[in-house]
């Protein structure tokens, strides 16, 4: 029997409906891990790693932190076997935090050419010259109260922090630094530090600056490793509330007006709109920084057999670099490298 106009239409229809829907199979490409690289949008190396240590005073020392499973306070010594072994795993970066000897109320012993962190400059720069050094600035690891700045009466004062910091950069530039990163969040740093290097006769050192740093509950393990949990109050006056988004790009804007060069977000993964907002919006070199309670909580879970940590690992990391970071500041960065270059080798 023949068909209507109407009935050989709709048949028609359905027949060319079918035929599309058997051409759109997605999962063609993802029948191999061959294709799957092949196609992959969002590549992770090595090269943009960045690898976190923290510089304590002694020798010979090597103690765990209980908190951060893997991660250690190293003296010295130890610093430069720790980026040797960093370096031939494919990480051209690494993030230098001090621990003094001696803490008092300003943070004096930042600026100290002998304390661990220009120490450790010095020394790297000797033995593994290919290693580019960012140097954390902050006073926050060398006050006794553990606020990021000078007090008075439980208040922490912009201008006269700023002033300190300018000169902490300074001596790190000094030392050999290549890159300072000013992560105190007070108002003018960036402006003062580019001023103070510049002045110094140091053109040629970048800053990156932690434009975007929330006050974040997962900070907790870093503050274990540094002893910078402060003895009072918090650190809300100065560092950003989580549920900001608008104010951070403020602060980008205002930092890369006063003379940065990189800007970064921190945390990484609870701040993925931000990262991607910043990246979009600015255009200039953004980092991440996947912080220790990101990490603690990856290891944990792995501990008690909850997750494949590095599964687990790889996706975080993907997520950041996805979400538009170009450098990631992470504590899984050896761990991570040796996984690419492993993968880019097989």
Not at 122 to 138: A, E, G, W
């Amino acid at each position: 029997m023949a068909l209507t106009e109407p009935e050989h239409g709709h048949f028609r229809e359905k027949v060319l409906s079918n035929s599309l829907q058997l051409t759109r199979r997605l999962r063609r490409l993802r029948r191999s891990p061959e294709i799957r690289n092949l196609i992959r949008e969002t590549r992770l190396t090595p090269e943009m790693l960045v690898y976190p240590l923290f510089v304590c005073p002694g020798s010979g020392v090597r103690r765990e932190i209980p908190s951060m499973p893997g991660i250690f306070q190293i003296s010295v010594d130890e610093v430069v076997k720790e980026v040797n072994e960093t370096a031939k795993e494919g990480i051209r970066a690494i993030l230098l935090f001090g621990q003094p000897a001696n803490k008092d109320e300003d943070g004096s012993s930042a600026i100290d050419a002998a304390a661990p962190v220009q120490s450790a400059i010095r020394m790297i720069k000797q033995q593994v010259p290919n290693i580019l050094v960012i140097t954390d600035v902050c006073l926050c690891q060398y006050t006794s109260h553990g606020h990021c700045g000078i007090v008075n009466n439980e208040e922490i004062l912009n201008d006269p922090t700023v002033a300190q910091l300018a000169r902490v950069a300074v001596s790190h530039a000094e030392a050999g630094a290549d890159v300072v990163a000013p992560s105190d969040m007070m108002d003018g740093r960036v402006l003062a530090i580019r001023s103070a290097l510049d002045e110094a006769g140091f053109q040629d050192i970048a800053i990156m600056s932690y434009a975007a740093k929330y006050c974040s509950a997962y900070y907790g393990p870093f503050r274990d490793a540094v002893d910078s949990t402060p003895t009072f109050g918090d650190r809300r006056t100065h560092q950003m509330d989580p549920a900001n988004l608008e104010e951070a790009l403020r602060e980008v804007a205002l930092d890369l007006e006063e003379g940065a060069d990189m800007v970064m977000v921190k945390p990484a993964l609870h701040y993925l709109d931000v990262i991607t907002r910043v990246k979009d919006e600015f255009g200039y070199p953004t980092v991440a920084y996947h912080v220790s309670g990101e990490y603690a909580m990856l290891k944990a879970a792995a501990q008690n057999g909850w997750l494949d940590e590095t599964r687990a690992m790889m996706e975080c990391l993907t997520a950041i670099k996805r979400a538009g970071a170009d450098i990631i500041i992470t504590y899984y960065a050896r761990q991570a490298a040796r996984l690419l270059t492993k993968s880019r080798n097989s």
